[in-house]
């Protein structure tokens, strides 16, 4: 053990699990160690903070809050109607909105809550695909959305010349949108590093009287925190997660100005899709919320996307292809292709992470590679933004990313940039 993670927080409980389940404790510990010692890159993931992380860990468990505040199906629940209810509050003050939801366990539990409040089974929707940046809960055919609703997609511009090439096709949307009016329109992605532009997408939505519906689980972070354009007042209804860049505990989240729809969205989480709420979670919900809320989560977004564009520009320099051109987010897709033509994402991801690296493989617009295999990774700055990393360590992990995928997964390279991240790591000792 390190004396940094034997100060943390995790520890101090890892203590007290240990006198009770010693082999839960160890793989725990394995786990903080693991955190502690290698470099997150992983655009969907983060470090939240030690207030989160015990308010996660308290006593909220225990207790059965079927319904909603002021209308619960159990008694005892008034200490959770005050934590959801300040969860919602602080909520709609972060994303500027009348009414939040904040019991979907998870992102795509809101979207599937979401769906059944805008849609009934068998309806179209419009979305882009998994392939191109979407989400499987956009229409992924063996995920519920695919099986219940009828996806249609729209496109990415696909022609290198073209100065939006691998950026949303504005006019595939609106074509997709009149030839299927469909009933709801989705925007909001997994692997895509372009701003969105939501009103954009409404003026589309108007034409073919569909709802709008923004889901902005990647991007809720810097959304709160004003370093994204809002999806509001655009979207009929905006879902995320609270787990992504906003740097809270996994969850989902659902959000709308209209009351109508507000009524439809709560009916169709409890009892539509979900039974008891998390309560341990929403209360870690509501100090997530708190945090982003002050003026240094706005810092550390803006330094999130710092990070993201001086690691775009290293990993340009280094010889890789950033696909669409850049990033205005916390994210980027990386076309390997074009420094070996035989590299694939799996092998990069694999040697990556022998070497304390933790990416993961993604496909690139066109990837004519299976998901499994693809061209591509993705990589994200939320985390080591997180852990206090600047631009001068972005170039660091561009150059090391270079090394380990230039020596072709080398045993000798890899354990030397593994030593080297794990010096930079306790520089940047992680406060869980
Ligand atoms: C991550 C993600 C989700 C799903 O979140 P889970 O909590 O993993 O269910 C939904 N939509 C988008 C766009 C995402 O990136």
Known sequence: ????????????????????????????????????????????????????????????????????????????????????????????????????????????????????????????????????????????????????????????????DHPQHEQIDYESVRKAAHEHKPKAILCGYSAYSREIDFAKFREIADEVGAV?????????????????????????????????????????????????????????????????????IITAKAVAFGEALKPEFKAYQQQVKKNAKALASAMTSNGFRITSGGTDNHLMLVDLTVKDEELTGKEAEKWLEDAGLITNKNGIPDDPRSPMITSGLRLGTPATTTRGFKESEMSTIAEWINRVIESKGDDSTIATVRGEVKSLCERFPLHH
């Open 212 to 280: 709008l519906m923004a889901d902005i689980a990647h991007i809720a972070g810097l959304v709160a925190a004003g370093e994204h354009p809002s999806p509001f007042p655009h979207a009929h209804i905006v879902t995320t997660t609270t787990h992504k860049s906003l740097r809270g505990p996994r969850g989902g989240l659902i959000m709308t100005n209209d009351e109508d729809l507000n009524k439809l969205i709560n009916r169709n989480v409890f009892p539509g899709v979900q039974g008891g709420p998390l309560m341990h």
């Open 1 to 160: 053990m390190s004396t940094q993670t034997t100060q943390s927080i995790d520890s101090a409980i890892l203590d007290s699990l240990a006198a009770a389940d010693p082999q839960v404790a160890d793989i725990v510990r394995a786990e903080a160690e693991r955190q502690e010692y290698t470099i997150e890159l992983i655009a969907s993931e983060n470090h939240a903070s030690p207030a989160v992380t015990i308010a996660a860990g308290t006593c909220m468990t225990n207790k059965y809050a079927e319904g909603y505040p002021g209308r619960r199906y159990y008694g005892g629940c008034a200490h959770h109607d005050q934590v959801e209810q300040l969860a919602r509050d602080r909520a709609k003050e972060l994303f500027g909105c009348r009414f939040a939801n904040v019991q979907p366990h998870s992102g795509a539990t809101a979207n599937a809550a979401a769906f059944m409040a805008i849609m009934e089974p068998g309806d179209t929707f419009l979305s882009l695909v998994l392939k191109d940046g979407g989400h499987l809960s956009h229409g992924m055919h063996l995920n519920f959305s695919g099986i219940f609703y009828n996806p249609v997609h729209y496109a990415l511009h696909y022609d290198k």
